[in-house]
């Protein structure tokens, strides 16, 4: 079925400095696209041509990602819009609806088929404004590969109509497809191994990961153990395209494969494990830690996400045995009234038991704040702050609540009418239009300003200085310093502030 023509090329939209704005230069991290490579490897696995162009590892900007794809001339080119954590889809939607624009602009006859978690939250409206000739309600692979099958046929309207969860133009009225089953053995068809068409060396991790050897921010690669959540926190959209919330594993072995792989063949020792909650099921995480123990690759740095509640202290000295030195914590607030809004259970003792058992086991934590959830006030985020500097953990990040498309925050809003972002980009942490969401005590832009405030409060606190001093030394301590005089620019805090 290959020719030299490609039969698919997947894009992994950039755009970090609408996204990041000063901070995407060098302090962010460069992931390796994960559904690019789920979706490539189950087409190629089919017999077909695939490249994926990763325009953020490349730093394209949408006019070079339209040449490429003119000259490629694939018969379907695939914009993936998934981003490297459930919230990254739709901040990514303002770099993937350029990119199709600017396609269309010199190549209108190639199809464009959106695919991500922002398009199966919002389906018909992204066919309706982004350009694309198709969208899909649903994980992607399937429906790509089928859709390439109909083109191939000739893609007449009967053909189209049996494409899975398909969502296109049909005289003149919009149509979407039954979803198919999710796909249920994930090594055999979501294996992803298509490593060899990315750009290995473009990819880094985030400063923090490496903080104390910052020099060792490349090679970096991110891989997945699990799909989907069975938890449903108001803010969360993760399990926007597979509409239930289904908990999908990997086999370990597999797992282990992979990272051996990636270190064997391109010298990577420094991991993220991309699930939303890698641990979770003790019997998978225990797998993935003896597997690398007997393959005595444990000279690793990997950082997976946890919940308070999810993380056993007997499991911790595995954990690092096996290379876990970061665990991630989703603390979200101080407030047990406002934790308990946001459907996270557990009490402030809980919190502060499990970091200090956590670090107490040599693995550092970064813990997860969020500003302006339904129930907050100034009180409560205050609250927050005073937590996150109680706990002292070796990173922290600081949000504002957003509703994300697919999130129950999301359908809340539209439900009351609350007001959301202008534009795509608004749903970034860190852009200038970022606009979340007030709360009945406090306006968006005072969310925003004391999300701002917050971090810098934090990093610029002396005690947890000392302790990355102490910990990482005094390079690490400067380069934070450095990191923390990057002021971000606000659109609704200057208005805010010019009003007062």
Known sequence: ???????????????????????????????????????????????????????????????????????????????????????ASTQQMAAAGETVRAIKAVSSDIPIIMVGGHVSALPERTLAEEGADFVCKGEGPITVNALLDALDAGGTDEQLSEVPALVWMRDGAVTANPAP?????????????????????????????????????????????????????????????????????????????????????????TFKMIDEMFVLNERHVMGVCDGIIERGITDLNIWAYARVDTVKPHMLEKLRKAGFQWLALGIESGSEHVRDGAEKAFNQQDIIDIVRQIQGAGIKVIGNYIFGLPDDDMESMQATLDLSLELNCEFANFYSAMAYPGSPLYAMAVHNDWPLPDTWAGFSQHSYDCTPLPTEKVSAAEVLRFRDNAFHTYFADKRYLDTVTQQFGWETRKHIEEMAEHRLKRRIVEDLEAAE
């Open 1 to 87: 079925m290959s020719t030299d023509r490609p039969d698919l090329v997947l894009v992994n939209p950039g755009g970090r400095e609408l996204i990041y704005q000063q901070l995407g230069g060098d302090l962010t991290a460069i992931e390796p696209p994960l559904w690019c490579r789920l979706i490539g490897g189950y087409v190629r696995d089919q017999g077909r041509k695939i490249i994926i162009i990763d325009s953020e590892a490349e730093n394209m900007g949408f006019e070079r990602v339209a040449e490429r794809i003119a000259e490629l001339n694939p018969k379907l080119v695939g914009m993936i819009v998934f981003g490297h954590q459930p919230s």
């Open 181 to 269: 089953p999710l796909i249920k053995d994930l090594d055999a068809d979501l294996h992803g191994n298509v490593w060899d068409l990315l750009p290995m060396e473009k990819y880094r991790a985030h400063n923090w990961q490496c903080f104390g050897e910052l020099e060792n921010r490349m090679p970096y690669a991110s891989i997945y153990t699990s799909l989907g959540c069975p938890y449903k926190c108001v803010f969360c959209c993760i399990n926007a395209p597979f509409d239930v919330n289904r908990y999908r594993m990997r086999k370990a072995e597999a797992v282990v494969e992979e990272i051996a792989h990636l270190r064997e063949t391109y010298g990577v020792k």
